[in-house]
């Protein structure tokens, strides 16, 4: 599969000539687990995608090559390598499996708050990434950047969804589980550091149906788990706007090297 990376979703702020940026990892999430799903004539939902980022693709056409690792009647697991001339980009690992009858336990719980009391909260142009033009975004307590949020409680909240308002579904679900500025930057002071997705996973936990969220909405908690030694690493969580969880994400991020302080 080849897909033309355009400079519409760079992970540039607007600020700046997108040009500087790269095509943002939860596009190329969603390429790869459509390579595989696509080009393999896989059925069964996906249950984990596990992308390692080699370098930034640049804005061109890129090749998205999808390997059947193993294909059985209710799990197939699948390799996806993608990358330009001279140039990897990322490969990936999906794992699809069928749903059947078990127990059922779902600990996990969203304190979600209405989405009637939130407002549309647009991102400071400034910081915000140009891929962000295509999402719609509604924080629960403000964007907190540059410090907002104490480490007690590290964790951004918002509800989010694609701006052609089409239902959610497995695709657009990986790309908004990477549709917002690194939750670091909530805890960092302004100036933002600037990072590079490394590893990102991502765990499906419901199959999603057109009935999940018809409006595409989905809720988010992006939690800061540790920051230090020139990386980031983070959590995410996804819920449908009933409060059902949806699926789990954790990225590590590699941390732009920082400035030597100058000598008085």
């Known amino acids: 599969m ?19 940026g790269a095509p943002f990892g939860g596009l190329m999430a969603a390429l790869a687990a459509r390579a595989a799903r696509e080009g393999l004539g896989i059925l069964p939902p996906l249950q984990t995608l596990t992308v390692q980022y080699l370098a930034a693709a640049r804005f061109e056409a890129c090749v998205f090559t999808p390997t059947l690792l193993r294909g059985g009647r209710s799990v197939a697991f699948a390799r996806v390598d993608a990358g330009q001339p001279d140039r990897p980009a990322l490969s990936a690992l999906a794992t699809f499996g069928r749903t059947s009858p078990s127990p059922d336990l779902k600990p996990l719980s969203a304190p979600v708050t209405p989405f009637a009391d939130l407002d549309d909260t647009p991102v400071d142009p400034t910081l915000a990434p140009w891929f962000t033009r295509y999402i719609e975004h509604r924080f629960d307590g403000g964007p907190r950047l540059g410090g907002g949020n104490d480490l007690s409680d590290p964790t951004l909240r918002l509800w989010m969804r694609t701006t052609d308002h089409t239902p959610l579904e497995e695709l657009s679900l990986c790309f908004l589980l990477d549709g917002i500025f690194p939750s670091y930057m909530t805890v960092l002071p302004i100036p933002p550091v600037i990072s590079a997705s490394v590893d990102l996973r991502y765990d499906f936990i419901e199959p999603l149906t057109p009935e999940t969220s018809p409006e595409g909405w989905a809720v988010f908690q992006f939690t800061v788990r540790d920051v230090g030694g020139g990386w980031a690493l983070d959590d995410g969580v996804a819920f449908s706007p009933s409060g059902a969880p949806l699926a789990l994400a954790r990225q590590r991020r590699k941390l732009a090297p920082g400035r030597p302080a100058r000598e008085a």
């Open 2 to 20: 080849t897909a033309r990376l355009t400079s519409d979703f760079s992970n540039a702020p607007l600020a700046m000539d997108p040009d500087r």
